[in-house]
């Protein structure tokens, strides 16, 4: 795992550790919930990585850091996450699309963890995942008329590019794994195509 790497997955702390717990908490109290994530948020912006030294500070205190692999939990946790961070509140329906083909990818992708164990259901899955990967580049597509001014949508152009390249390594890395078994290195790709899928939603919500 590269530096670069490792940056992302404290990115994603925030939204698919902090976000989750923190929406679950608007239900109880809406006030506290939306004081919390500001603070998350603006200590974020000064200090990336919070909240992930948090988590592992946490993992450590426990004494259990060694038993658990943050980039397999963080793909685990995914399964469960159903926050309206990363959604788009447009209500055509390209939009609606996208909302759904972001959200199936990034499912399909938590299944790994359980299902690298099993050759049959792990290549079934790998084909799911290629097939969620197109639907969601072609609703990309379909939104870019919705898309002003031109340097939004180069914005999402670029975005768009960078998620190919995200998915071509992620596929080079499945071949990897097929020679060497190194299920980590999967854990760690997927991880980084859920967050290239992320920052996708995030343009396409700045945009919009």
């Known amino acids: ?12 702390t925030v939204p698919v ?18 004081t919390l994530k ?22 450590r205190k426990a ?15 995914e399964a469960s996450n159903d926050s309206n961070e990363f ?3 447009r209500t055509e329906e390209p ?6 083909r972001s959200s199936n990818l990034k499912k399909i992708l938590s299944r790994i963890p ?14 799911d995942i290629a097939g969620a990967i197109k639907k969601l580049l072609d609703a990309v597509t379909a939104i870019f008329i919705y898309i002003e001014p031109a340097s939004q949508k180069q914005s999402l152009e670029v975005r768009k590019r960078e998620f190919v390249k995200y998915s071509k390594r992620f596929s080079n890395t499945l071949k990897e794994f097929f020679r060497d078994n190194q ?11 859920i967050n290239q899928t992320n920052l996708i939603m995030q343009t396409v919500k700045a945009a919009c």
């Open 1 to 12: 795992m590269t530096m670069g790497d490792e940056s992302v997955f404290a990115a994603m």
């Open 17 to 34: 550790v902090i976000i989750p717990i923190l929406e679950s908490l608007e239900q109880k109290d809406f006030s506290a919930a939306q």
């Open 38 to 59: 500001a603070a998350f948020t603006k200590v974020e912006e000064n200090h990336q990585g919070f909240a992930y030294d948090l988590v592992s500070g946490v993992l």
């Open 63 to 77: 004494g259990v850091e060694s038993h658990v692999d943050m980039p397999e939990a963080l793909l685990r946790l």
């Open 87 to 89: 959604k788009v509140s």
């Open 95 to 100: 939009f609606k699309d996208l909302n759904i």
């Open 114 to 127: 359980d299902e690298i164990y099993n050759r049959q259901s792990f290549l079934e899955t790998i084909k």
């Open 183 to 193: 299920k980590r290195e999967v854990f760690i790709s997927a991880n980084l195509l």
